[in-house]
């Protein structure tokens, strides 16, 4: 099924017919097949689906870690590759990968110092200079905002591990980056220290308005955050829908306690059902 959504403009990302396959012959394995996908500037988009339909893989293409087989990926109309060499896309993993040496200050300004010619690049690209002509952000102001005021000088080790992903978080959104691929960045936190960061994440992104396509297993998760999520199946892995959820921002704690959230977790959970037990057309 597509995923693709109908928008004007040039999308903040598109898959067109992208496939991947992995090995060989007989070995081979096709991570992703046939898969379609249009994001709008701006959205925030969780992708969901069961273990080995594709959704890492997917991120891996959209941050050029990897290339299709065939098929497109577009990054505000250009490659990734051209993307990431203007610094249209951050990425954040689930480790934090911060440098233990420097403090919180310098692991999250590092970023800018590297590749200052990426500005010139970005400037080629179409309707992008002109969205991102706000100042470069203070980043002693979004550490403040993600609750990290008092560890600026601290080193990684000194914190727990919330915090250093907070730190990857802001280091990310710091670079003002047109999309931010984000996979499973709270998978290895508590419950509670999770919805914090959800909190902080939220905060950011309302401000920043940064395009975000976010892994995720959690469907409470992809429905607190997203304006879109996106069901994946495997074998092969493809999307099989995308749900848009249509809940008023911001979506604070009260937010769990709503009707219509739980209605859009049903959905959610009854399309991974499928997604669990498709086959392949």
Not at 45 to 71: F, N, W
């Amino acid at each position: 099924m597509d995923g693709s959504v109908k928008v004007t403009g040039t999308p903040a990302l598109e898959l067109r017919s992208v496939r991947r396959v992995y090995g060989f012959g007989s070995a081979a394995t096709t991570a992703l097949d046939d898969v379609h996908l249009t994001v709008p500037s701006g959205r925030f988009v969780s992708l969901i689906g069961p273990s080995g339909c594709g959704k890492s893989t997917l991120l891996r293409l959209v941050a050029g870690l990897e290339q299709p087989d065939l098929g497109e990926v577009l990054v505000h109309g250009v490659t990734p590759a051209d993307a990431c060499a203007a610094k249209m896309i951050g990425l954040v993993p689930q480790s934090p990968a911060l440098l233990p040496w420097l403090s919180v200050l310098r692991n999250v300004t590092l970023p800018q110092k590297i590749n200052r010619g990426a500005g010139k690049r970005r400037e080629r690209i179409a309707d992008f200079a002109e969205r991102q002509a706000a100042a470069v952000p203070d980043m002693k102001e979004l550490l403040v905002k993600a609750g990290l005021g008092d560890a600026l000088h601290k080193l990684p080790a000194q914190l727990s591990g919330g915090m250093r992903q907070r730190a990857a978080i802001v280091r990310a959104f710091g670079l003002q980056p047109d999309v931010l691929v984000m996979d499973e960045p709270f998978s290895a936190l508590d419950e509670f220290t999770r919805e914090s960061l959800q909190d902080q994440l939220l905060d950011l992104w309302e401000e920043l308005r940064t395009t975000v396509l976010f892994v995720t297993h959690s469907v409470s998760e992809a429905v607190r955050l997203s304006d879109t999520v996106v069901v994946m199946a495997p074998n092969p892995g493809r999307i099989v829908e995308s749900i848009d959820v249509d809940l008023p921002r911001p979506r604070g704690e009260r937010l769990f306690g709503e009707r219509r959230f739980h209605e859009y977790e049903d959905l959610v959970r009854e399309r991974l059902r499928r997604a669990w037990h498709s086959e392949a057309a």
